[in-house]
């Protein structure tokens, strides 16, 4: 569920099928609740679970300003406020401790591949993408603790987040003309880098203003040499220590193709990244128009197989029997809505916000209309090459 575009089409759903999903059963130790049964499921819990039900509920909030929601109705006994905070607290548990002293601010989620990307056996411990959302989900609560004037709370998880992010930044980052990207730490302290798409995606989504310019051309320039192809993107760059092996050549994961939203996402990341404030969001937007060739495909599926040369991906079903149909393309909707468009409410905050609105949008130039507001009213947004601005309908 891509919860920005989600809580636009339709607000009561989006309430309904959270308090029946996060009702359903503990999704923190468990890969997925079945909706149906509403009952955890799956037998082996995903590490960016957390994550990602944290990012269904800021959305929904953020578009909504649902009070009632977040104060007044309790699941499982506590409100979805505590939730938050539990959520983006998650990593303080002793069980994600990590054993090296000298990474006691990073959270070590376990060495078991299938709780990460599952055909990628490094990608697991500290992963950068992890820590990453931590910042991202302490930040975002302490923005709301502000606002509830409860301002030693959001000192004590600001504080908490800027630790985080300098632990990550200093420990995993490898910089230079040929870095780019990240590495996680194992037990024994050793830095085992992972050339993937997944931190290129979700580190710049929490901590791209903590970057200095530098780092953010490393990061593109990665993505572009070793990512990014003609029409798609790799999910795994075939200069991976590990990208050969031949379980790592499953098209989501892997080297040979990338999940569906995938490059959505990347594309939001070429966004968050922009050094250049003269280039605004070409990057981003000239990658969009080129993948928008894997639509020839019908409807987005679980995965797209990249082709040889200049020719767009294919939807690969085989050989893991992935899906044929699923929800991708609203990611790249909701991509549009929150970084072309700018429309990028707060949680917590009933003004209306839009994300860098100097900005130029010159290869955009449109209008997004009848946008819902935190504030229950209803407006235009307009882009063009000075930015994005709020328009009369």
């Given at each position: 569920?891509?919860?920005?575009l989600?809580?636009?089409?339709?607000?009561?759903?989006?309430?309904?099928?959270?308090?029946?999903?996060?009702?359903?059963?503990?999704?923190?130790n468990?890969?997925?609740?079945?909706?149906?049964?509403?009952?955890?499921?799956?037998?082996?819990?995903?590490?960016?679970n957390?994550?990602?039900?944290?990012?269904?509920?800021?959305?929904?909030?953020?578009?909504?300003?649902?009070?009632?929601?977040?104060?007044?109705?309790?699941?499982?006994?506590?409100?979805?406020?505590?939730?938050?905070?539990?959520?983006?607290?998650?990593?303080?548990?002793?069980?994600?401790?990590?054993?090296?002293?000298?990474?006691?601010?990073?959270?070590d989620?376990?060495?078991?591949?299938?709780?990460?990307?599952?055909?990628?056996?490094?990608?697991?411990?500290?992963?950068?993408?992890?820590?990453?959302?931590?910042?991202?989900?302490?930040?975002?609560?302490?923005?709301?603790?502000?606002?509830?004037?409860?301002?030693?709370?959001?000192?004590?998880?600001?504080?908490?987040?800027?630790?985080?992010?300098?632990?990550?930044?200093?420990?995993?980052?490898v910089?230079?003309?040929?870095?780019?990207?990240?590495?996680?730490?194992?037990?024994?302290?050793?830095?085992?880098?992972?050339?993937?798409?997944?931190?290129?995606?979700?580190?710049?989504?929490?901590?791209?203003?903590?970057?200095?310019?530098?780092?953010?051309?490393?990061?593109?320039?990665?993505?572009n040499?070793?990512?990014?192809?003609p029409?798609?993107?790799?999910?795994l760059?075939?200069?991976?220590?590990?990208?050969?092996?031949?379980?790592?050549?499953?098209?989501?994961?892997?080297?040979?193709?990338?999940?569906?939203?995938?490059?959505?996402?990347?594309?939001?990341?070429?966004?968050?990244?922009?050094?250049?404030?003269?280039?605004?969001?070409?990057?981003?937007?000239?990658?969009?128009?080129?993948?928008?060739a894997?639509?020839?495909?019908?409807?987005?599926?679980q995965?797209?197989?990249?082709?040889?040369?200049?020719?767009?991906p294919?939807?690969?079903?085989?050989p893991?029997?992935?899906?044929?149909?699923?929800?991708?393309?609203?990611?790249?909707?909701?991509?549009?809505?929150?970084?072309?468009?700018?429309?990028?409410?707060?949680?917590?905050?009933?003004?209306?916000?839009?994300?860098r609105?100097?900005?130029?949008r010159?290869?955009?130039?449109?209008?997004?209309?009848?946008?819902?507001?935190p504030?229950?009213?209803f407006?235009?947004?307009?882009?063009?090459?000075?930015?994005?601005?709020?328009?009369?309908?």
């Open positions: 569920v891509y919860a920005t989600q809580s636009l089409l339709d607000p009561v759903w989006m309430r309904g099928f959270l308090l029946w999903a996060l009702g359903g059963g503990k999704f923190d468990n890969l997925f609740v079945d909706l149906l049964a509403n009952e955890p499921g799956g037998g082996y819990w995903y590490a960016f957390t994550v990602s039900v944290f990012w269904m509920l800021e959305g929904y909030l953020s578009v909504t300003n649902d009070r009632e929601l977040l104060y007044g109705m309790p699941i499982n006994g506590e409100s979805v406020s505590e939730l938050l905070e539990r959520l983006a607290t998650n990593w303080t548990d002793p069980r994600w401790s990590s054993t090296s002293p000298a990474h006691k601010r990073l959270a989620y376990g060495g078991t591949a299938d709780n990460f990307l599952e055909c990628i056996p490094t990608y697991v411990h500290t992963t950068a993408a992890l820590q990453a959302q931590n910042v991202h989900m302490l930040r975002s609560v302490a923005r709301l603790r502000e606002v509830e004037q409860n301002i030693s709370a959001a000192a004590r998880l600001r504080e908490l987040s800027d630790h985080v992010a300098g632990a990550m930044k200093s420990q995993l980052y910089a230079g003309p040929d870095g780019g990207f990240f590495g996680t730490v194992y037990p024994n302290g050793s830095l085992v880098t992972v050339r993937t798409c997944l931190d290129f995606m979700y580190v710049p989504h929490a901590i791209s203003e903590d970057m200095p310019p530098e780092q953010r051309r490393e990061m593109v320039a990665f993505f040499r070793e990512l990014r192809t029409h798609w993107m790799r999910a760059s075939r200069s991976d220590p590990i990208a050969q092996d031949a379980e790592t050549r499953r098209s989501d994961h892997g080297y040979t193709g990338a999940f569906s939203a995938w490059p959505a996402l990347s594309a939001q990341s070429l966004a968050l990244l922009a050094a250049d404030e003269s280039q605004g969001l070409s990057a981003a937007v000239v990658f969009l128009r080129h993948s928008a894997a639509t020839a495909n019908g409807p987005y599926g995965m797209q197989r990249l082709r040889p040369g200049d020719q767009p294919f939807k690969d079903l085989l893991k029997g992935t899906r044929f149909l699923a929800n991708c393309g609203g990611a790249f909707a909701d991509v549009m809505l929150r970084r072309l468009f700018g429309y990028l409410p707060t949680l917590g905050f009933e003004e209306p916000t839009l994300w609105p100097g900005l130029s010159a290869e955009l130039a449109g209008r997004l209309k009848g946008v819902r507001l504030n229950g009213s407006a235009d947004i307009c882009a063009d090459v000075a930015g994005v601005r709020f328009c009369r309908p």
